[in-house]
């Protein structure tokens, strides 16, 4: 049960925070408490609402769907969490680890990893340093079950291009670092630049797809790994009935794949490149399979007239939730996607989610792979230019949104969710 009323609650946590320093080493007790909640949400949010300034301060709740939180309710922790701008935070499926990535630039990139110790208070378990790809662009960085992947391409010192592998196991505290020549994964020495965007998992492997950033007329090409202690072995996946997999926020490459309930994986395409002559759309590989399925096809763009596919979230079922660019313009930059739709993948149908604000007044809907998922529900961090961030909860079956949780910030960037210890 509930200690007291939301009300009281939030009334105690303005008391406290009178006299509770929010740079502790652990959080302070003046957050949404509910001990009947399964699940314990994170928010993360910062004081400035101008994209790439401030520092992240990490929220609890137990309550998502009502109420206020603001930042003295949270803690900045330490600068494992701080990235005001390429931020992902992340948790695999069973949902006991929060990840989080701060892109280093010229630097390392950094990684924080949290869990909830048994008092189902928030804590930092580790952080350590990632390698980073010279400043240009971040990579992949995402699961792969409970582990953490990071791909990134780079030109070794003999002039060779080659991808580097970083696998995190949380089991052990312990990393696997390798790395394999691009000839190896392609057959051929490129001659463009590649990147990796996204990781999904299918089969007891890990897929991503390689980027052929400044190419129009590059297809859909997926690559298949295989871990087998610390040896890693790739399968090249390649369709061109849809453009390269793949969008982009300034330097971050984010994923536009994700894997069904029934093991299927479900490869997006946004048609980024300018001059590509292929829809946004969806191809699938099917689970136990290492092909695309020459009989599947979903034109994305026939379905939302062609607002194209920015980034994706299986949900439940043959349901998935799309964020799509506003209208037709695909910026590179800072991308007018603030739309989000539920896509049927099995009925290749795509309906559009009412009850969000104007797309003229949102600001942006968080940024990353940083939303929480429930069933068939998504809560996502909401910012608008004439309200308070919050976190609006979106109903996959009925393509609908419902304002939650307000959080007294400049912005809010990122929703995750932990189980709770009973």
Known sequence: MKKNTLKSFLAVALLAAAFTSCKDDTPPDNTIIDEDAEYSYVVVARSASAESAGENTIIQTDVITEGEVSLEDGDTYDDYSFAPLASQWLTPSDNDILYNFNYGGNGPNKVGVYTLKTDNKLQRKTGFDVQSGGGTIAGAFELFGKKLVNLFTFIDTDATPKLYVSIYDPATNTRLEKSLTLESILGE?????????????????????????????APAQIVEFTLSGENITTKLITDDRIAYSGSRMRS????????????NLYVFSSSFEPGTVQPSGALRINKGSSTFDSDYEFNIDAETDGKSVYKVWHLKGDLFLLQTYTGTVKDQGTPDAKRLAIADMKKKTVTFVTGLPDPGKIINL???????????????AVNTSDQKPSVYIIDGTTATATRGLVVDAGRAIAVAKLKKNK
């Open 189 to 217: 020495t490129p001659t463009q630049v590649l990147y990796f965007a996204g990781i999904s998992e299918k089969d007891g492997k890990f897929y991503s797809s390689i980027v052929a950033h400044g190419d129009a007329t």
């Open 366 to 380: 968080g940024i990353g792979n940083s939303i929480a998922i429930d069933g068939t529900k998504a809560y996502v």
């Open 252 to 263: 971050l490459y984010t994923g536009l794949m994700d894997t069904d309930d029934d093991g």
